[in-house]
């Protein structure tokens, strides 16, 4: 009987584990990410981020966000951003510093509309957090912690770049 509450302390012990942790190392370079699908009301949105850690903790990325609103043609939008991040255990933080909007392929949305816009998301909210679920082999997955839209919790896939030669 002692024997069988020891495996049960045991076992319920090893739920509260520590979460698994990865090497910030295994983070540099160029990340290619996506398309990441996210479902909203009244459209669907992919996103492709192209990402580059440097060893210093900054970063530099460029989104390309393609909008499909039911029932209307696409709209593509392109950006880049510049910030920094940090790994701690499984915890991927970004702090973006500034972004810039680069085009739209909606003719009546300018460049400063755009600008506007992404000014306004850095307004709420300009550090990230998602979970490493999976760094290994130039691929990895993640899932956002804390965002402000639960459309967006949604798993993403990245794979490593060959670096240029």
Not at 43 to 51: C, H, S
Not at 77 to 104: H, P
Not at 105 to 128: A, V
Request: net charge negative; proline share 7%; aromatic share 6%.
């Amino acid at each position: 009987m002692l024997r069988g509450k020891w495996l049960v302390m045991l076992l319920a012990g090893g739920a509260n584990a520590e979460p698994p942790t990865f090497s910030a190392a295994d983070l540099l370079g160029t990340w290619e990410c996506g398309p990441t699908s996210m479902h909203g009301p009244g459209f669907d949105l992919d996103v492709l981020i192209k990402t580059t850690n440097h060893p210093d903790g900054t970063y530099t990325s460029s989104s390309t966000s393609i909008i499909k609103p039911h029932g209307k043609s696409a709209v593509t939008n392109l950006d880049e951003s510049k910030g920094t991040w940090v790994l701690q255990g499984d915890l991927l933080t970004t702090v973006v510093e500034s972004a810039r909007f680069i085009s739209s392929t909606d003719p009546t949305f300018s460049r400063n509309e755009g600008q506007l816009l992404l000014e306004d998301e850095l307004h709420k909210k300009r550090t990230y957090e998602a979970r490493l679920l999976e760094l290994k082999d130039g691929h990895s997955r993640t899932v956002p912690v804390g965002s402000l839209y639960p459309e967006a919790v949604t798993e993403s896939s990245c794979r490593l770049l060959p670096s240029p030669s």
